[in-house]
């Protein structure tokens, strides 16, 4: 098992920057990426940005890509998305996920075996 828990959420404004972290503990080698996913109101869950756990490999949707990034720390076994140049509809409900393997989609959130909280991300027009 994996136990995650996400947090740095909050209200800003638009164009402003915003990071979010998951901390995660447990059975964590077990784990082959980690992703984040965001989920508005009436929406489905969406795929935002994914990293490896053990290699330099990110993936990114195309509508955070360029504004977003996302990193780890394997150490503190904690993955972070900065967010740049926040938009209205970046709001959402932000979660983390852990799991994937290399013959899965990472942007796939069926990938994944463990999920945090959430963490709400309120961008102001």
């Known amino acids: 098992q994996v136990q995650l828990v996400e947090s740095g959420g909050g209200l800003v404004q638009a164009g402003d920057s915003l990071s979010v972290s998951c901390a995660a503990s447990?059975?964590?080698?077990?784990?082959?990426?980690m992703g984040w996913f965001r989920q508005a109101p009436g929406k489905d869950r969406e795929f935002v940005a994914a990293?490896?756990?053990?290699?330099?490999?990110?993936y990114y949707a195309d509508s955070v890509k360029d504004r977003f990034t996302i990193s780890r720390d394997n150490g503190k076994n904690t993955v972070y998305l900065r967010m740049n140049s926040l938009k209205p509809e970046d709001t959402a409900v932000y979660y983390c996920?852990?799991?994937?393997?290399?013959?899965?989609?990472?942007?796939?959130?069926?990938?994944?075996?463990?999920w945090g909280q959430g963490t709400q991300v309120t961008v102001s027009s």
């Open positions: 990293i490896r756990w053990s290699a330099d490999i990110t």
């Open positions: 996920g852990a799991g994937g393997s290399p013959f899965s989609s990472l942007r796939n959130s069926r990938s994944y075996a463990f």
């Open positions: 447990g059975r964590t080698v077990s784990m082959y990426a």
